[in-house]
């Protein structure tokens, strides 16, 4: 986050963990779209293609 909002940035390290919540929130009711957790490196937003 040092590199994103610089040094003297005030907000809360959950900053990031916050918007993604609202995220998958918003995203609940499309079924093929997710926001999966990427251990040690941040997030991944997926779209899978629907197969009839």
Not at 10 to 21: E, F, N, P, Q, W
């Amino acid at each position: 986050l040092d590199q994103i909002w610089g040094y003297e940035y005030l907000g809360d390290s959950r900053t990031i963990d916050v918007h993604i919540k609202r995220l998958r929130e918003k995203f609940k009711d499309h079924e093929s779209w997710r926001i999966a957790t990427v251990r040690g490196i941040g997030y991944k937003f997926h779209v899978r293609e629907n197969k009839y």
